[in-house]
């Protein structure tokens, strides 16, 4: 099983509508991540969770939202998808420490029709 | 926002051949630095952690010098199967700690 599971992994869906992604983790990590990818704009921050009770806006939060359930979930929502959030979108989680590498889920390809 | 700048190529070259890829950052706060690899459509997957002294392992070896602010990332003896796409990353200073910062990529493609 993978340590970091994103669900769904593929969603097509129309502009207006509400959309969430999850992700949960078994790496036991305090820390977790969002990001988009679109081509030629490499990885960029949507949000990010150093523990439970702590929420950061990362470079580009506008039109998302997250909630941290429990330390091993972490979702993003679309509240009103909008085609330009048409992305591949990531989940990553790494432990406390600041210098660790992150971990990432294999991918949520989301598309705003 | 603090940035990382790689050439994004596509480098193409025969196997068997030395390959390096540059990287630059332009935070000097910045602890921790690291490159990933990356498959068309997958995931990014830690290559390797890049240490002050440099480290090698197995055909990679990752450089890091501070005060011009680049790492590197040497590929000898290229397999097909290194093609990818070659991420540079480094840690930068958020409100309430560290957040990875990544660089848009060097492609590879290794052919026979």
């Known amino acids: 099983d993978a340590d970091v599971t994103q669900t769904p992994r593929n969603r097509i869906t129309k502009t207006g509508k509400r959309i969430m992604l999850e992700c949960s983790q078994t790496?036991?990590?305090?820390?977790m991540y969002w990001y988009r990818q679109d081509p030629g704009l490499g990885l960029r921050l949507i949000y990010y969770?150093?523990?439970?009770?702590?929420?950061n806006k990362g470079e580009i939060s506008d039109g998302y939202s997250v909630s941290r359930q429990a330390q091993a979930k972490f979702s993003l929502s679309l509240e009103s998808a909008i085609p330009n959030q048409t992305a591949l979108y990531f989940c990553?989680?790494?432990?406390?420490?600041?210098?660790?590498?992150?971990?990432f889920g294999d991918g949520t390809r989301l598309s705003i029709l | 926002r603090k940035e990382v700048e790689q050439d994004p190529g596509p480098f193409n070259v025969p196997e068997g051949a030395t390959v390096a890829f540059n990287c630059t950052y332009s935070?000097?706060?910045?602890?921790?630095f690291f490159w990933y690899r990356q498959d068309c459509r997958k995931e990014p997957k830690l290559l390797m952690s890049?240490?002050?002294s440099g480290n090698e392992d197995g055909r990679f070896t990752a450089q890091l010098n501070r005060a011009s602010q680049y790492i590197s990332l040497l590929i000898r003896d290229s397999k097909l199967s290194d093609s990818a796409t070659y991420l540079c990353?480094?840690?930068?200073?958020?409100?309430?700690?560290?957040?990875?910062?990544f660089g848009k990529g060097t492609s590879l493609l290794v052919t026979p």
């Open positions: 990553a989680t790494s432990d406390f420490s600041d210098n660790q590498p992150q971990h």
């Open positions: 790496k036991g990590h305090d820390r």
């Open positions: 969770s150093f523990d439970v009770k702590d929420i």
């Open positions: 935070n000097s706060a910045s602890q921790s």
């Open positions: 890049v240490y002050s």
């Open positions: 990353v480094v840690n930068d200073v958020v409100h309430s700690g560290y957040a990875l910062n």
